[in-house]
């Protein structure tokens, strides 16, 4: 069995979690080469999704949720640094939240109206009359009488800028070891963790930071997590249906970033396993393209009717784990497990969250004593007995 050097920080995962958390440490002074990423390189993760959406209002009410603004602001910070060096990947636009006269529009206006004091003052947000949206947005359906406008939101490739963000860290000398962990040993006397991976290969560490994405429940069996599976549509678009904004209505719809030249991102659909399905498995979440196109194009389409006939050219399919609780994030030290950290069930607000938690993590292991992680994500707001770790040995 091969042992790889001691390594300071050693973070589990090479998605958009682990990427942010090695930034995060290197700006926060680690050296690079005293962080290393283990994780099969080819592993399916939500991050390769084609466009991701970051907006700091999603669901069905505009009333922000706790701390949403402060992860808002942090994700700001990051996305423009994104646009600055890379922005052919990175969109940044305003999103339209429509009112089309039922149910749903009628909270967006009313949570709007009774709550938009609250915004961060870094977000910049409006009532669009029915005049002036259909004069912008001319292929909009007939009947979307109004919108809330906010912004700056963004799309990003994030399926085409993650791998270019690794190679920075590989670059900058961050280590990789291209394989999963089978197991972890704590080893009290030195105050280190010992890694085996299916490799063969032992790793050491002070610092275990998982960043393991839907396969946490693997870790810790005993959290009350969901995995969700959803589908992106992506479609050609003609020069009359380009969108100058995002679009939402109960699924939502955005022009790509530059690197998808007259392309347009449609989303998103929640699958859910079946009774008697074992939630864990890529065919608990799989279905029949034409199944998968005519739900999200009929989704989109009730509010923006070009997606109805637009080519379609992908069907990206992934899942994503979620907290069931609430659906925050988790993000701090596992009770119980000195220096053993999480950061996940980000869900489908990874560009959200994902900066901010980084931040918070990070932050905490440097000053473990005087920083407190705000509990809205802290993995503190779980009982202490749900975090029973099935891979140490």
Known sequence: MDTTPHTPFIIAGRGLAAVLIANELIAQGTAPSDILLCAPPHDPIASHVPGALMHPLPGSSLKPKPDVMLAYDTSLKTLQAWKQTHPEHVLQTSMLRLDRGMKRGKRYIKSYTNTHQEYSPELTHTLTPHDALHQ??????????????????FCVALGSLLPILLEDLIQKGVQQEPSKIESIQRDETQNTWTIHT??????????????????LHQWFPDLPLGVNGGELLLIKNTPDTTLNRMLSAGGHISQMPSCAPHTQVLGSSYLRPHDGQEPHTEEAFYRPDSEAVEQVTQMIGRFFPPALTSPVQKIWRGRR???????????????????????????????????????????????????????????KRVEHDAWTCTITQ
């Not at 912008?136 to 939101?153: H, I, N, R, S, W």
């Open 136 to 153: 912008e947005q001319p292929a909009l359906a007939k009947d979307c009488t109004q919108a809330v406008q906010y912004g700056p939101t």
């Open 321 to 379: 784990a979620v907290y069931l609780p609430d659906k925050h994030p988790l993000v701090g030290d596992v009770p119980g497990a000195q220096n053993l950290y999480v950061l996940g069930t980000l869900g489908s607000k990874g560009l959200l969250w994902g900066p901010f938690a980084a931040k918070q993590l990070v932050t905490k292991i440097m000053n473990p004593h005087t920083h407190t992680i705000p509990m809205s994500c802290s993995t």
């Open 198 to 215: 299916e490799q063969t290969h032992t790793l050491s560490t002070t610092h275990l930071i998982l960043a393991v994405g839907p396969t």
